[in-house]
């Protein structure tokens, strides 16, 4: 098993969404069927959810083009941190590292007190509305663990996506970074350090905060001490404390792809070989 990561460089993304949907298609995740309101940016929708894992956001900045104008996009998904804030918070044990690099969830074990999200310095998880349980990007675990590459890597048309080892990926960011600085003097890797070295690995043309990432990420503390002071917090986290030793002492460690059919039961009727073997035809593309 290798320390994965996956590479976005956002000075070849053009802001297609196809990652954004293939995740959607991958996970089976529904899009919402009402019409969103118009906010005046390409971006949509504004905010990650229980069912939209990955999002493409759409920054403007000065740039060196004749308009003056150029586009920081970025990638709001998991960073599958080193010191993940959502596993160390988590009283149920829900959250936990997988050899491939992942930080992966057991959405059978959250019962749903959102400590999760507020401890994430990036402001991932986020809960289903149909069962009240935490959702957010865990690196196609199923795929992933099966020698084949995340869905929303395999779509990249500009192969700003791309995966392999960490140290790989990192190798690859910095050359890009070096190739880019006469242009793009702000230019950056973002995620060999922050949380003790994300999963994640991108190139930032413009700088960190200009795509919507933190220049120095840290959990969430103040707001977690916030909430654990709440009074009527005191009988809930009693509650969860149960909860977390039975499902410690008698539950059975499911992993997400078992919790979703759970979760999805009608989507989930096929045997997941299957389902790997269907994505590499539909793709057309190489695993
Ligand atoms: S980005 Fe947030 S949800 Fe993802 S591993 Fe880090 S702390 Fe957890
Ligand atoms: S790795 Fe999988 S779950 Fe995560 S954003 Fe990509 S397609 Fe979605
Ligand atoms: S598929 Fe590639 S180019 Fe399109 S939005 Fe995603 S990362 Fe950017």
Redesign the pocket.
């Known amino acids: 098993m290798a320390d994965n990561a996956?590479y976005y460089d956002a000075s070849k993304c053009t802001g297609c969404k196809g990652?954004q949907i293939?995740?959607k298609q991958?996970?089976r995740l529904p899009s919402p069927l009402e019409q969103p309101e118009w906010t005046g940016s390409y971006e949509s929708p504004k905010e990650n959810s229980g069912n939209t894992?990955?999002r493409i956001t759409f920054n403007e900045v000065a740039g060196n083009d004749d308009d003056g104008i150029g586009w920081a996009f970025g990638r709001n998904?998991?960073q599958h941190c080193t010191d993940a804030a959502c596993a160390k918070v988590c009283p149920a044990g829900a959250y936990y590292h997988t050899a491939e690099g992942s930080v992966a969830l057991d959405t059978s074990k959250c019962v749903g007190c959102q400590f999760c999200a507020t401890a994430c310095p990036y402001h991932i998880p986020h809960f289903n509305d149909n069962d009240g349980r935490s959702r957010k990007?865990?690196?196609?675990q199923d795929r992933i663990a099966n020698g084949l590459k995340?869905?929303?890597?395999t779509t990249c048309p500009t192969l700003a996506l791309q995966f392999g080892t960490r140290e790989e990926m990192l190798e690859k960011a910095k050359a890009r970074v070096a190739e880019i600085k006469p242009i793009r003097p702000d230019a950056m890797v973002y995620g060999e350090n922050e949380m003790d070295g994300l999963h994640v690995i991108q190139v930032l043309p413009y700088g960190a905060e200009a795509h919507g990432m933190p220049l120095n990420p840290k959990e969430n503390i103040l707001e977690q001490a916030e909430r654990w002071l709440q009074p009527l917090t005191v009988l809930g986290v009693l509650g969860i404390s149960a909860v977390a030793v039975a499902s410690f002492i008698g539950g059975r460690h499911f992993s997400q792809a078992e919790a979703l059919k759970h979760a999805y039961p009608e989507d989930y009727g096929r045997p997941d070989e299957v389902v790997v073997e269907e994505m590499v035809i539909e793709d057309g593309r190489d695993a």
């Open positions: 996956i990652c293939n995740c991958w996970n894992w990955l998904a998991c990007c865990w690196m196609c995340p869905a929303c890597v």
